[in-house]
């Protein structure tokens, strides 16, 4: 049984005080909800305050990126260390606006997975194609090299343990969500790159989330899909009402 996951990605949005002020929200919307996990990924200046907010609760800390080093002289970066102290579970590892700026590779995103897996933390490991590529037909192709990658050198119970991002680069804040059909059968082939490279146990434990434009008006019927396990969201996580609707709709139907 996959528990959906819904992780609010804040990316550079709410300084510290905007953010304690919209957790208090937040946890009232959601203090009844059940049948789903939910975590919140504010900026580092935010994590402290956020985490304050959120003891005790059900909803729970992630970070959007992280340095791979437990520490150094890494100039601007965040440690492993740093963000379990922080009370971090979740990190958002490889996302599209980190390779497409700040030019994160594979090979970074990987050496990142291993840091996370072995301060324990629940990677969230992001993949998807961009809009020239799936035009071209590559879809399979970039998301198959991206996993690739990403994954080398895990183990089978390791990879049980991550949870995988589909995220278009095209529908992410665009409002151009992908059909949830389209979705569905990225998803369902993610899941099959992991079956053939960890077994089918090991991949059927694996969330895989998708992520562009999901509102409360798609979330249902992304959700309908089998391989979709929740969702990772970027601007409708920013306001509480939106995110809680969100979470509602993402709750646990028995999926397989
Ligand atoms: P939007 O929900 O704003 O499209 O962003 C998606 C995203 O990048 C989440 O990581």
């Known amino acids: 049984m996959r528990i959906p996951l819904v992780a609010g990605n804040w990316k550079m949005y709410k300084t510290a005080a905007e953010a304690g002020e919209f957790v208090q929200q937040l946890k009232t919307l959601l203090k009844d909800v059940q049948g789903v996990e939910v975590a919140v990924c504010p900026p580092f200046t935010a994590l402290y305050a956020v985490a304050r907010e959120l003891a005790g609760g059900k909803v729970a800390l992630g970070a959007q ?41 594979d090979q970074m995103v990987n050496k990142k997975l291993k840091a ?21 037909g590559k879809t399979a192709a970039v998301v198959a090299g991206q996993m690739e990658k990403s ?13 995988i991002a589909y995220e278009p680069v095209w529908a992410i804040g665009t409002g151009r969500t992908a059909q949830p ?31 562009g434009s999901v509102k409360p008006e798609n979330i249902a019927s992304l959700m309908a899909q089998p391989d979709i396990d929740g969702a990772l969201v970027g601007g409708a996580s920013l306001q509480a009402d939106s995110f809680a609707a969100i979470v509602e709709g993402s709750r646990l139907r028995g999926r397989a």
């Open 181 to 211: 059909e389209d979705a569905q059968q990225v998803n369902s082939f993610i899941r099959e790159l992991l079956a053939a490279r960890a077994g089918r146990p090991a991949a059927d434990k694996v969330r895989i989330l998708y992520g």
């Open 65 to 105: 990126n992280m340095h791979w080093e437990e520490e150094g002289a890494y100039t601007g970066e965040v440690s492993p260390k740093m963000l379990k102290e922080a009370g971090c579970r979740y990190v958002i590892l490889g996302h599209s606006e980190r390779r497409q700026y700040f030019q994160e590779t």
């Open 151 to 163: 994954l080398d050198g895990l183990n089978s119970e390791e990879l049980a343990g991550v949870v």
């Open 116 to 136: 996370a897996l072995k301060w324990g933390f629940v990677p969230i490991v992001c993949v998807g194609e961009q809009l020239a590529e799936r035009e071209a």
